[in-house]
């Protein structure tokens, strides 16, 4: 249904912008028609073969922006991958009481939001050979129990030696320790509020005593963990924030959620043999997902009077890059632009357009449509 509903936008678009096109060619040969006025002018304008015509109003319904183009500070940037995790602090893991055979919670899966305490899955031994070790370390304690309460009143009575009492209490108090009244229940519980992010056991598994069966993480902080290759680790020194850029064009500015630089590891400890990891924490509360793997645009050193562009502003065809230049309010010319670094919101223009020119920041899809919609004859005019 999406794809439908975007080529059905597409499909419209083209059809307003073949109309504006045959509307303005049909005005401009009906006012070619007419003879100049008593002065001898024709109001009119000429368009150029490479200029693209849209008219204002067809711009404003289809919401392309302009700009000035100005110079400004810049932040030089680092591109690398990286990848979100919880951060250690925030994670719980869910443990089994006993041994046994483990049977998860109704409606228990990766991404569950839990309370603190409520039950994640529920083990036991019964029915397994060797049988249910808790129950029988329940028995013992309960046997200790009474042959302690047998004796201490005969302690204070002379009827029973000091040894013997302390024999008694030495036996319940092993037994005691055996007993894992969690273990007796089979409830393995939540440790604290947060997301499910990993399930280690499948339903019916046997676990052993104090074997993970969940992850619970509270995601009140997050961490970011970007790779730098080794060759450009001359850059960490300068690194200061970092924006995640995700497959949807979704960005996410670190410094907007509380995030700061914790610290980057030598290459030599590295896990990924070729690059050094750099560690940033953030607030849970970015829309961010643990787990997941983004780009990452390591933020360095600001540079003054660098001319720049939103990401959006640009187009690709065969490999180069351009930019939309509004040439008045109908015209728009297509130009070749070198670019330098991206920030992941906006990039670097090293050369093709200059201060003081309105270049489209939004929309250039429309414009560019526009152009692969009509090529405007030479010596077009649009007469008014």
Known sequence: ??????????????????????????????????????????????????????????????????????????????????????????????????????????????GSQVSAGQSIATVTARNISGGDANQAAKVALDNAKRELDRVTPLLADGLVTRKEYNEALSAYESAKAAYSPAAASGVASAPRAGVITSINVGDGEYVETGQIIATVAANSTLTLRALVPSAQAGFLPRVSGAVMSFHNGNTVDITDYSGRLLSSAPASASETPGYVPVYFSFSGTAPVIPGNATEVYLKGAERADIISLPVEALVEQMGQKFVFIREGEHAYEKRPVSIGNSDGKRVEIKSGIEPGEIAVIKGSTFVRLAEQATVAPEGHSHNH
């Open 1 to 110: 249904m999406r794809s439908y509903n975007h080529r059905m936008k597409y499909f419209f678009v083209a059809s307003i912008l073949a109309l504006s096109m045959t509307a303005c060619h049909s005005h401009s040969e009906s006012e070619h028609t007419e003879e100049a006025d008593e002065h001898g002018h024709e109001h009119g304008h000429e368009h150029g073969a490479d200029e693209i015509i849209l008219e204002p109003d067809d711009a404003e319904r289809l919401g392309v922006m302009v700009d000035t183009v100005r110079t400004a500070p810049f932040t030089e940037t680092l591109k690398v991958s990286g990848e979100i995790l919880p951060s250690s602090t925030d994670r719980g893991v869910v443990s089994a009481p006993t041994s046994g055979i483990v049977k998860l919670a109704a409606g228990i899966n990766p």
